[in-house]
């Protein structure tokens, strides 16, 4: 999760009763420079019991979830690595997840590709002159 993500999180009252988790648990210590990310660096959610510790009571995301119930843009909030799934990137890289590389991805088959789920997320981070040019790749 990008740090000015985490700030925002840890700033947030409302959204930390709501985690059963205390704050100083949610994320990693490492700070991790990464000019990807839009603050230029990161660091990892924390995981308890093998799962996140933003998982929403039985599936999906408890950050997403509270940005939704609360009219915050969850770009705010949530983890660019989260939004943009099941495509991701790396060194410079816009690829799909390994989930998907693998043939893991439990939502995987008939429908969008990976670039038409997250079209309008790439859009949202990389700007829509990206977004041009890889719609000009996808259609060939």
């Given at each position: 999760?990008?740090?000015?993500?985490?700030?925002?999180?840890?700033?947030?009252?409302?959204?930390?009763?709501?985690?059963?988790?205390?704050?100083?648990?949610?994320?990693?210590?490492?700070?991790?420079?990464?000019?990807?990310f839009p603050s230029g660096a990161y660091v990892r959610t924390a995981t308890r019991n093998g799962v996140c510790?933003?998982?929403?009571?039985?599936?999906?995301?408890?950050i997403h979830a509270y940005a939704m119930e609360t009219g915050i843009d969850y770009h705010l909030l949530?983890?660019?690595?989260?939004?943009?799934?099941?495509a991701t990137f790396d060194y410079g890289v816009l690829g799909p997840s390994?989930?998907?590389a693998d043939g893991t991805l439990i939502c995987a088959g008939d429908g969008p590709t990976v670039y038409e789920g997250a079209r309008g997320e790439?859009?949202?981070?990389?700007?829509?002159?990206?977004?041009?040019?890889?719609d000009g790749l996808a259609q060939r």
């Open positions: 999760i990008d740090v000015a993500n985490r700030d925002r999180l840890l700033a947030d009252e409302a959204f930390a009763a709501r985690i059963p988790v205390p704050r100083e648990a949610w994320f990693t210590v490492d700070v991790v420079a990464d000019p990807e510790v933003f998982r929403a009571p039985g599936r999906g995301c408890a949530k983890p660019m690595v989260s939004t943009l799934f099941p390994g989930e998907v790439l859009a949202y981070y990389f700007g829509d002159a990206f977004v041009g040019e890889l």
